[in-house]
């Protein structure tokens, strides 16, 4: 059974960072493609960033282009968010999602974690 489990969101100050990890619990990570999506409420989930199976390709949504870094340690089964230069409208539950398909869609991604909230003061 897969499990993914997210961790690191928190409160920030507008301009602050922040590092989100997730850890997947499967027997060959390397073989799926990792994404991290945001779900502000009242919104639909949105893409924000995704990874190949071997950490060479990577794709953003274009509200984060140039402020999050999406990473992976196929060592470890984890997938890494750095974060900076917050906005408020950043603020959302941080998912980290599981797929086959390197993909901007979240019907790509089969397996969920339960979230992490990311809330950006002003």
């Known amino acids: 059974q897969v499990q993914l489990v997210e961790s690191g969101g928190g409160l920030v100050q507008a301009g602050g960072s922040l590092r989100l990890s997730c850890v997947a619990s499967v027997r060959t990570f390397r073989d799926y493609v990792m994404a991290w999506f945001r779900q502000a409420p009242g919104k639909e989930r949105e893409f924000v960033a995704t990874?190949?199976?071997?950490?060479?390709?990577?794709d953003y949504g274009d509200s984060v282009k140039g402020r999050f870094t999406i990473s992976r340690d196929n060592g470890k089964n984890t997938v890494a968010l750095q974060i900076n230069s917050l906005k408020p409208e950043d603020t959302a539950v941080y998912y980290c999602?599981?797929?086959?398909?390197?993909?901007?869609?979240?019907?790509?991604?089969?397996?969920w974690g339960q979230g992490t909230q990311v809330t950006v003061s002003s």
């Open positions: 999602g599981l797929g086959s398909i390197f993909s901007t869609r979240k019907i790509h991604y089969g397996y």
């Open positions: 990874i190949d199976g071997r950490g060479g390709r990577t």
